[in-house]
Nanobody
Framework: QVHLVEFGGDSVQAGGSLRVSCAASGDDYYKHYWFLAWFRQAPGKEREGVAALYTGDGTTYYADSVKGRFTISRIKAEDTLHLQMDSLKVEDTAMYYC????????????????WGQGTQVTVSS
């Protein structure tokens, strides 16, 4: 099993920055390589993949809507995943979820993976 807990969500003004983080644990987490990803979902909208990182080689993936503004990273020693969000826009407002899957291949399906509880990011003008 893999347990994921997000933290760091907050309210921020448009144009500002925020970093959300995800702590991973569980015996299975340490036994395999994983695609780790951030997804977001706003009320009335479908879930959207934001960024992903493959722990096997460090490859990163980004949605076009956040490329150049968001940076996904991992601190291996702390078993934490981070999403640095700069130049935030009102449309970035959403619940942000951390997810882990072994064979997602990037920002693919994580339905059979593990999910955190989410952390709210609210961007105001």
């Amino acid at each position: 099993q893999v347990h994921l807990v997000e933290f760091g969500g907050d309210s921020v003004q448009a144009g500002g920055s925020l970093r959300v983080s995800c702590a991973a644990s569980g015996d299975d987490y340490y036994k395999h390589y994983w695609f780790l990803a951030w997804f977001r979902q706003a009320p009335g909208k479908e879930r959207e993949g934001v960024a992903a990182l493959y722990t096997g080689d460090g490859t990163t993936y980004y949605a076009d809507s956040v490329k150049g503004r968001f940076t996904i990273s991992r601190i291996k020693a702390e078993d934490t995943l981070h999403l640095q969000m700069d130049s935030l826009k009102v449309e970035d407002t959403a619940m942000y979820y951390c997810a882990a899957a072994r064979f997602a291949g990037g920002l693919g399906t994580f339905e059979n993976g593990y999910w955190g509880q989410g952390t709210q990011v609210t961007v105001s003008s």
